[in-house]
């Protein structure tokens, strides 16, 4: 079982930046490869971004040059920085825990947080 809290989210104006975290606990966390998705309202869960467990980063085109995934294994913790942030940001994000399958596939995610709010203004 694991066990995922995202925090961090907040209301930002456009091109401001926000750092997701999302704190693990349950499972051996340094091994285990880590998703951020965001869902809007009225819209499917999208991929944001990956991490492997070894190291390896993945992310959606409306990502790249934006966000940075990163995790410190001693806290336990993978972390979204969001930077230039747009209205079309507007989601609630969730962090997942990686089973198997494709990284931007939410159905390869066994564990999933509750989600954070982040919401950009024009």
């Known amino acids: 079982q694991v066990q995922l809290v995202e925090s961090g989210g907040g209301l930002v104006q456009t091109g401001g930046s926000l750092r997701l975290s999302c704190a693990a606990s349950?499972?051996?966390?340094?091994?285990?490869?880590m998703g951020w998705f965001r869902q809007a309202p009225g819209k499917e869960r999208e991929f944001v971004s990956a991490?492997?467990?070894?190291?390896?980063?993945f992310y959606a085109d409306s990502a790249k040059g934006r966000f940075t995934i990163s995790r410190d294994n001693t806290a336990n913790t993978v972390y979204l920085q969001m930077s230039s942030l747009k209205p079309e940001d507007t989601a609630l994000y969730y962090c997942?825990?990686?089973?198997?399958?494709?990284?931007?596939?939410?159905?390869?995610?066994?564990?999933w947080g509750q989600g954070t709010q982040v919401t950009v203004s024009s």
């Open positions: 349950g499972r051996t966390f340094s091994s285990t490869s």
């Open positions: 997942a825990a990686y089973l198997r399958g494709f990284y931007y596939d939410f159905r390869a995610y066994a564990y």
């Open positions: 991490l492997s467990g070894n190291g390896h980063t």
